[in-house]
């Protein structure tokens, strides 16, 4: 098995479930006593955020970028950016490694052609509804992707850095959320993309209104796909 390098705590919520889901498939394929060959090196998401809400991307990929070289130095043969949104430096964070950085969107891509789905909906941080990073690499493949209207896109960014990432889980929010995906599937979204590691914590095939991809799960799945295969 290769190790496999999970560049982390953005925000520390949803790396400990990338480490939960990577143990637990291992264990599912390997059986026995099998768990993941890993390495984690996590990061002060408080200094990710100031970086994000002041536009210093560039800054932000060096940061990453420094971290995953670390990995790789701590014996990584891949990585992961284990958040969605922080795929925004992602490359610059691969050019700072000798080693493959495993796209978040690429598995999440591989999943819904599966599934024959077309049009998705999908739902993360404001900068991954709204900036082009995260759309750009679906819709180069084809995929039709709808995010929620702006007023719904500020309730889902909130909720997101207000309570999830602080291990917040409220029945309200999940209330709203399976509202606005509600309204993309009128609008004809087949199913909805959790873009951020943190919707799974709320959000999941049994509350959602539309078939999920969580990205956490594929993401984790992906990496087990390639440190088994290579």
Same mark, same amino acid.
């Given at each position: 098995?290769?190790?496999?390098?999970?560049?982390?705590?953005?925000?520390?919520?949803?790396?400990?479930?990338?480490?939960?889901?990577? *143990?637990?498939?291992? $264990?599912?394929?390997?059986?026995?006593? &099998?768990?993941?060959?890993?390495?984690?090196?996590?990061?002060?998401?408080?200094?990710?955020?100031?970086?994000?809400?002041?536009?210093?991307?560039? #800054?932000?990929?060096?940061?990453?970028?420094?971290?995953?070289?670390?990995?790789?130095?701590?014996?990584?043969?891949?990585?992961?950016?284990?958040? *969605?949104?922080? &795929?925004?430096?992602?490359?610059?964070?691969?050019?700072?490694?000798?080693?493959?950085?495993?796209?978040?969107?690429?598995?999440?891509?591989?999943?819904?052609?599966?599934?024959?789905? !077309?049009?998705?909906?999908?739902?993360?941080?404001?900068?991954?509804?709204?900036?082009?990073?995260?759309?750009?690499?679906?819709?180069?493949?084809?995929?039709?992707?709808?995010?929620?209207?702006?007023?719904? $896109?500020?309730?889902? &960014?909130?909720?997101?850095?207000? #309570?999830?990432?602080?291990?917040?889980?409220?029945?309200?929010? $999940?209330?709203?959320?399976?509202?606005?995906?509600?309204?993309?599937?009128?609008?004809?979204?087949?199913?909805?993309?959790?873009?951020?590691? #943190?919707?799974?914590?709320?959000?999941? #095939? &049994?509350?959602?209104?539309?078939?999920?991809? !969580?990205?956490?799960?594929?993401?984790?799945?992906?990496?087990?796909?390639?440190?088994?295969?290579?």
């Amino acid at each position: 098995m290769k190790v496999i390098g999970l560049l982390g705590g953005m925000s520390w919520e949803s790396t400990l479930y990338y480490y939960q889901q990577l *143990n637990r498939e291992v $264990r599912e394929r390997l059986g026995g006593l &099998h768990s993941a060959e890993c390495v984690l090196r996590s990061v002060d998401f408080a200094d990710i955020e100031e970086l994000q809400a002041s536009g210093s991307w560039d #800054e932000a990929g060096k940061y990453l970028g420094q971290r995953a070289r670390q990995l790789e130095l701590a014996g990584a043969d891949c990585v992961l950016i284990c958040t *969605n949104t922080m &795929h925004r430096v992602y490359s610059a964070v691969q050019e700072s490694v000798d080693i493959p950085v495993l796209h978040i969107a690429d598995g999440t891509g591989d999943a819904l052609e599966r599934s024959g789905i !077309d049009k998705v909906a999908l739902l993360g941080t404001r900068y991954t509804m709204e900036q082009a990073f995260y759309r750009d690499r679906l819709t180069r493949r084809g995929f039709e992707v709808l995010v929620p209207e702006p007023e719904e $896109r500020a309730r889902v &960014h909130k909720i997101i850095y207000h #309570e999830l990432c602080l291990g917040q889980v409220l029945d309200s929010s $999940r209330e709203t959320y399976v509202r606005i995906i509600e309204s993309l599937a009128e609008r004809g979204a087949q199913a909805v993309i959790l873009g951020c590691t #943190e919707i799974g914590l709320l959000i999941d #095939e &049994h509350t959602s209104p539309l078939p999920v991809f !969580d990205t956490t799960l594929i993401h984790a799945q992906s990496a087990l796909d390639w440190a088994l295969r290579t």
